[in-house]
């Protein structure tokens, strides 16, 4: 079983930028696809963005592409999402996932394809 716990939210003015970490423990993610999704207050859970199980491909929500950037560090079970002009449509409670699948060949936006999820930090962007 793995344990997902986020770190990094806050409340930032529109334009900044937040960094939010995800410690995973109970397992290493080194062969995992990794992700990010966000739920915003009366919306669904989507996907913001994803990392191949090797680091070597990432994908992105159209909303956040060019915006934000997912990476990993297997060495410390850890993956992070850089967050730069940060608008009000981003405020959230991003989440971290795994993907279920080992070494999956592709990054999926399907909500049914991750397995464990963390708490969720909160972030509020104020305009």
């Known amino acids: 079983q793995v344990q997902l716990v986020e770190s990094g939210g806050g409340l930032v003015q529109a334009g900044g930028s937040l960094r939010l970490s995800c410690e995973a423990s109970?397992?290493?993610?080194?062969?995992?696809?990794m992700a990010w999704f966000r739920q915003a207050p009366g919306k669904e859970r989507a996907f913001v963005g994803g990392i191949s199980w090797s680091g070597g491909s990432t994908a992105y929500a159209d909303s956040v592409k060019g915006r934000f950037t997912i990476s990993r560090d297997d060495a410390k079970n850890t993956v992070t999402l850089q967050m730069n002009s940060l608008t009000p449509e981003d405020t959230a409670v991003y989440y971290c996932?795994?993907?279920?699948?080992?070494?999956?060949?592709?990054?999926?936006?399907?909500?049914?394809?991750?397995?464990?999820w963390g708490q969720g930090t909160q972030v509020t962007v104020s305009s």
């Open positions: 996932t795994d993907d279920r699948h080992y070494q999956r060949k592709w990054i999926s936006f399907d909500i049914y394809s991750y397995d464990y």
């Open positions: 109970g397992r290493s993610i080194s062969n995992y696809g």
